[in-house]
């Protein structure tokens, strides 16, 4: 991306972080609420996607254009071809996980997502994309008690 586009998606990222905790802060107090409370949640996402938008600020102030560095059109093309391979993944994801269950669908994706930036197969990727997708679903599915898809296990299995 060029410093100016870097430094509009910045800018937008940190106005749009801005109105959703905003908006978020608008969520009327339940008495019934828990800790977190239905503003939690937004609220988190409102000021991760503001810190990631002073990032890609800072990173534009520090780094130079990349017309200046010679990035050519055709490097640009590449670069969105292998955005639009990772956005596959996650739609393939989506697809899967309902017929596989949350625990393998991630665990997949994980992999998926490793051999698409280049790991290599091994016991080394089956350990992190198994012990990724434990943490993710004893994160979303025990602490937060999240109900994750079950996919076809629940039907052989039980």
């Given amino acids: 991306m060029s410093r100016t586009r870097d430094i509009a998606c910045g800018v937008l990222g940190l106005a749009l972080a801005s109105a959703y905790y905003a908006a978020a802060d608008a969520i009327p107090k339940s008495l019934l609420a828990d800790e977190v409370g239905a503003d939690g949640v937004p609220k988190a996402l409102a000021l991760s996607l503001s810190l990631l938008s002073a990032l890609l600020?800072?990173?534009?102030?520090?780094?130079?254009?990349?017309?200046?560095?010679?990035?050519?059109?055709?490097?640009?093309?590449?670069?969105?071809?292998?955005?639009?391979?990772l956005v596959a993944?996650?739609?393939?994801?989506?697809?899967?996980?309902?017929?596989?269950?949350?625990?393998l669908g991630i665990a997949l994706l994980i992999s998926a997502t490793a051999l698409y930036y280049g790991s290599r197969p091994g016991?080394?990727?089956?350990?992190?994309?198994?012990?990724?997708?434990?943490?993710?679903?004893?994160?979303?599915a025990?602490?937060?008690d999240v109900q994750m898809p079950a996919g076809i296990w629940a039907h052989l299995l039980g």
């Avoid at 990173?59 to 955005?83: F, I, K, Y």
């Avoid at 016991?123 to 979303?140: D, E, I, T």
């Fill in 57 to 85: 600020l800072l990173r534009a102030v520090r780094v130079r254009n990349a017309a200046d560095d010679g990035e050519t059109q055709q490097a640009s093309a590449l670069q969105h071809l292998r955005a639009l391979g």
């Fill in 89 to 103: 993944l996650g739609f393939a994801y989506i697809w899967a996980t309902p017929h596989l269950g949350y625990l």
């Fill in 142 to 144: 025990k602490m937060l």
């Fill in 123 to 140: 016991l080394s990727l089956v350990l992190s994309a198994s012990g990724g997708a434990v943490f993710l679903w004893a994160m979303f």
